[in-house]
Each structure stands twice: as C-alpha cells, then as structure tokens.
C-alpha cells in the first residue's frame, strides 16, 4: 500500500505542480510579451501540454480510484469519494470547457487576429484557475484520508 500511496502523491503533486505553475509563473510571463509572441508561444504550450496532460489525468484517476477502492473500509473512504468525484469534475470541466479553447489556441497562426487569439488565452486562464483550486481540494483530501 505505501508504494501506491507513494506513486500517487508523486503524480498527483507534480500534476499539481505543473498546473499551478502554469497560471502563476507561465501565463504571467507569457502577457508581459508583445501580442505576436505572445500568441506564438500560447500556441506552443497549449499543443504541447494539450497532448500530454489528458493521459496525465486519467492516470490519476485511475490511481485514486484503485486507493479508493483499497481502502474502502477505512476511515478516510468518504474523503477518498470526495476526492475522486472533484478529479471526475475537474476532467469533465476539461473535456468540455478547457480543452476546446486549448485546441483552438493550438490551431492559431501568425495571421489568426490577436484579439481573439489573447481573449481565448485569458478564457482559458479563469476556468485553469478554478481548476487548479479544484485539483488541490482533490489532493487535500486524499492526503487527509491515507495519512497515517
């Protein structure tokens, strides 16, 4: 049990890490550039991060699910309910709100109009945020529930 509490925390927190990251250390930097790069480097984290993160999720997923179900007559059990029903949330935000904007900032060019281009990056970046609060939640949670 210790080597599966391990890895998921391992993943979890650098999931975690790595979305956090991205709102408050990337995306900061990325609006102090003029408008072109701007958009050219927004293009080139959402295909990078847009094709691995979806695997990245489900990967959580499936390692809170299977502590989960380890635990399930355990005293932590609801919060391990608790935390699987915010990370199926957050996926479901995802698929259906982040990942279409992420797909269309992927897909712009040099000459799609900038405007567009910066307005979707912002969109993007207030759903992220919920989404960060929301995977933290998640990560408390099942920290809580398998703490010794």
């Not at 550039?33 to 959580?60: I, N």
């Not at 982040?98 to 405007?115: G, M, Y």
């Not at 998640?138 to 529930?145: D, G, N, Q, S, T």
């Amino acid at each position: 049990m210790m080597l599966l509490d391990i890895t998921t925390i391992i993943f979890i927190g650098l999931l975690i890490g790595n979305e956090f990251a991205v709102f408050a250390f990337v995306n900061p930097v990325l609006w102090k550039l003029d408008d072109r790069a701007q958009v050219s480097a927004t293009r080139l984290f959402a295909a990078r991060l847009g094709a691995a993160m979806p695997f990245w999720y489900a990967l959580c997923l499936v390692l809170l699910l299977i502590e989960t179900v380890l635990r399930r007559h355990e005293s932590g059990f609801a919060l391990l309910v608790t935390a699987n029903a915010i990370w199926v949330a957050v996926i479901l935000l995802s698929v259906f709100v982040l990942v279409p904007i992420n797909n269309r900032i992927a897909r712009l060019t040099l000459d799609s109009p900038v405007e567009r281009s910066l307005g979707e990056h912002k969109r993007w970046d207030r759903f992220h945020r919920i989404r960060v609060l929301a995977l933290i939640g998640a990560f408390i949670c099942f920290l809580v529930a398998t703490r010794p």
